[in-house]
């Protein structure tokens, strides 16, 4: 009975020490755009001509549990957006 019970609190503990992070955060080529994205419903209809190939654009929003998301794309060489890292920034007094 011991020895189920020392087994039953390893297994617990090491499926708590396998956890990952969402894949919707992070530093990716396939992340995939929230609502509040730039990009999410497809890319927009105007495009930036001034910025060279391969510049950075951030995007800061709230998404729809109010945290407060940062977002970086780079300029692809058609002038399209590709989302490349995400963060959230969690509130621990307000988030439950």
């Not at 990952?20 to 755009?33: D, F, H, K, M, Q």
Request: hydrophobic share 35%; charged share 20%; proline share 8%.
């Amino acid at each position: 009975m011991n020895n189920a019970l020392t087994a039953i609190c390893a297994g617990l503990l090491l499926a708590a020490c396998t956890s990952t992070a969402p894949p919707s955060v992070g530093y990716s080529r396939n992340l995939e755009p929230i609502p509040g994205s730039i990009t999410y419903g497809g890319q927009p209809r105007t495009k930036l001509t001034r910025a060279p190939v391969g510049s950075i654009v951030p995007h800061r929003f709230r998404d729809r549990f109010g945290r407060q998301v940062s977002e970086s794309y780079v300029i692809e060489p058609d002038r399209s957006l590709r989302l490349i890292s995400r963060r959230i920034d969690y509130d621990l007094l307000t988030d439950r």
